[in-house]
Each structure stands twice: as structure tokens, then as C-alpha cells.
């Protein structure tokens, strides 16, 4: 069974910056898309940023310009890097891997606070 490994987050202050890492375990399918959600207490799971095999990347407004979102194909891995944190930013974060078989699996959330 395919298990995600996220690691990286942690408290911070306002302004500053983290990067949270997500491994994938192999798979016998290849991996498509590779994703960064987060949910807010009291708020929906929303999506922060998502990558494609290719390296096609998009983001969700509210990170543009302070998030960038990587990945490592050879290691299965993705990657955010978090600069200019805002305590809007404060959330618990997950890890989606989608799989060629149509599979998907979902990381275990760390938690991001932002605060002075």
C-alpha cells in the first residue's frame, strides 16, 4: 500500500518561511499529479498548489508570488517552499499524490502556524 511521508511544519512568524516535503512510497504505477492542500480551522480543505508530471504547476490566489511548489520525480517527491508567511496562512497541510491508475493517496497534514 502506498503511504505519504510529510515533514516541515512547524510555528513561524509572520514574514517568514518554511518548506514542507511529502514522500512517496513506490508504487507499481507511475505518478501523475502532485498536490499541496490545506484546511483552516472551521473552513473547507482547499487546494494551495498542484504540479503535473510535466511540471506544469498552478496556485490558488491567495499564495501567488509567495509559494512555489517542486518536485523531485526521481525520489517521489513534492515540495513547498513557503516564504512570507501570514497568519491567514495557518492551517493544516496535505500531501496528494494521483496515480496513473486513477488511484490517489492523501498525506497525513502537518500542521502550519503562523504567529508572533
Known amino acids: 500500500q502506498v503511504q505519504l511521508v510529510e515533514s516541515g511544519g512547524g510555528l513561524v512568524q509572520p514574514g517568514g518561511s518554511l518548506r514542507l516535503s511529502c514522500a512517496a512510497s513506490?508504487?507499481?504505477?507511475?505518478?501523475?499529479?502532485m498536490g499541496w492542500y490545506r484546511q483552516a480551522p472551521g473552513k473547507e480543505r482547499e487546494l494551495v498548489a498542484a504540479?503535473?508530471?510535466?511540471?506544469?504547476?498552478n496556485y490558488v490566489d491567495s499564495v501567488k508570488g509567495r509559494f512555489t511548489i517542486s518536485r523531485d520525480n526521481a525520489k517521489n517527491t513534492v515540495y513547498l517552499q513557503m516564504n512570507s508567511l501570514k497568519p491567514e496562512d495557518t492551517a493544516v497541510y496535505y500531501c496528494k499524490v494521483d496515480y496513473s491508475s486513477g488511484y490517489y493517496v492523501w498525506g497525513q497534514g502537518t500542521l502550519v502556524t503562523v504567529s508572533s
Open positions: 504540479i503535473t508530471s510535466g511540471g506544469n504547476t
Open positions: 513506490r508504487s507499481f504505477f507511475s505518478i501523475n499529479a
